[in-house]
């Protein structure tokens, strides 16, 4: 099975622009969640997508936003970029009931915003 | 406020011996714990996982161990490798389909 597929995977924007990163899951694997990591403080949860549903979401402003299609693939759009939103963004899928709640991560799409 | 805590952000040991990494939460909610690891230009892999009900998983050179009691686990390592070298994360979450928790991140280094 090809693992999660994340497009593009480096990206500069300036400040004020917006963005929109993909990511393709695990085929079958229909939860995907999206992360920002940057130094020190880990992986931060954005949000959690669930059969074209958002299920959960994380502490971050309106300016973050994502959707998933009915073939799961997911997209996160970031408007308004700031420079703290200089990351890397993950993504990751699982088995929705499979027996370890693994999460699949894909090599994640580093931002920069100058 | 980070309800999963790893207060060593560096560990370093030698090539053979035992690597321990630990972990802290605070929500006494969390009932399944997951250890992914992570190297440079890779995403995070998963590594292996222990539900509340368990206080001891292992998986080959890989032993978690949870004391509810104390709200911490930690990730054994028996023996390091070299190709260990890599940044630790302990994950934690409800299983009702919450959102998981990843603390910061233990870099370790294995010594040749």
């Known amino acids: 099975k090809a693992g999660v597929t994340q497009t593009p995977r480096y990206l500069i924007k300036t400040r004020g622009q917006q963005v929109t990163l993909s990511c393709s899951p695990i085929s079958g694997h229909r939860s995907v969640s999206w992360y920002q990591q940057t130094p020190g403080q880990g992986l931060q949860f954005l949000f959690e997508?669930?059969?074209?549903?958002?299920?959960n979401k994380g502490n971050f402003p309106g300016r973050f936003s994502g959707r998933q299609f009915s073939n799961s693939r997911s997209e996160m759009n970031v408007s308004t970029l700031e420079l703290g939103d200089s990351a890397l963004y993950l993504c990751?899928?699982?088995?929705?009931?499979?027996?370890?709640?693994?999460?699949?991560f894909g090599p994640g799409t580093r931002l920069l915003v100058l | 406020d980070q309800q999963v805590k790893q207060n060593s952000p560096s560990l370093s040991v030698q090539e053979g011996r035992i690597s321990i990494l630990n972990c802290d939460y605070t929500n006494s909610m969390f009932d399944y714990f997951l250890w992914y690891k992570k190297y440079p230009a890779e995403g995070p892999t998963f590594l292996i996982s222990?539900?509340?009900?368990?206080d001891k998983n292992e998986d080959g050179r890989f032993t978690v161990f949870l004391n509810k009691s104390a709200k911490h686990l930690s990730l054994h390592i028996v023996p390091s490798q070299p190709g260990d070298s890599a940044v630790y994360f302990c994950a934690a979450l409800k299983t009702s389909y919450d959102k998981v928790i990843f603390g910061p991140g233990t870099s370790l280094s294995v010594i040749p």
């Open positions: 990751a899928s699982s088995l929705e009931g499979g027996p370890s709640r693994a999460q699949y």
């Open positions: 222990i539900s509340s009900i368990k």
């Open positions: 997508y669930f059969s074209e549903t958002q299920r």
